[in-house]
Nanobody, 121 residues
């Protein structure tokens, strides 16, 4: 079974930092683009940042300069370093990956189960 598992969410105060992790496991041939999305209460899911297999990154305007996305392909792991967190960053954060799975080799889009980040004083 191919899956993504996130970790690292929690409750922090404004201005503090958190690092989210997302591990891909299972019969994966190759991981292509990976991304973090978030969904705040009552709002649609939005793209926070993504990173290609060549480490090209894009960010939502609301997080530029504060968040950094990175990946460790040796560990099949995606990260999101979040600094200077604000109350408006409160949301469930989801990991997303486009992979080629094995047996047979075929494309698959994966989503994690989500991890809650709450920023509050």
């Amino acid at each position: 079974q191919v899956q993504l598992v996130e970790s690292g969410g929690g409750l922090v105060q404004p201005g503090e930092s958190l690092r989210l992790s997302c591990v891909a496991s299972g019969s994966i041939f190759r991981i292509n683009t990976m991304a973090w999305y978030r969904q705040a209460p009552g709002k649609q899911r939005e793209l926070v940042a993504d990173i290609s297999s060549k480490d090209t990154t894009t960010y939502a305007d609301s997080v530029k300069g504060r968040f950094t996305i990175s990946r460790d392909d040796a560990k099949n792991t995606l990260y999101l370093q979040m600094n200077d967190l604000k109350p408006e960053d409160t949301a469930v954060y989801y990991c997303n990956a486009n992979v080629l799975k094995m047996r047979p080799i075929s494309p698959l889009e994966l989503w994690g189960q989500g991890t809650l980040v709450t920023v509050s004083s």
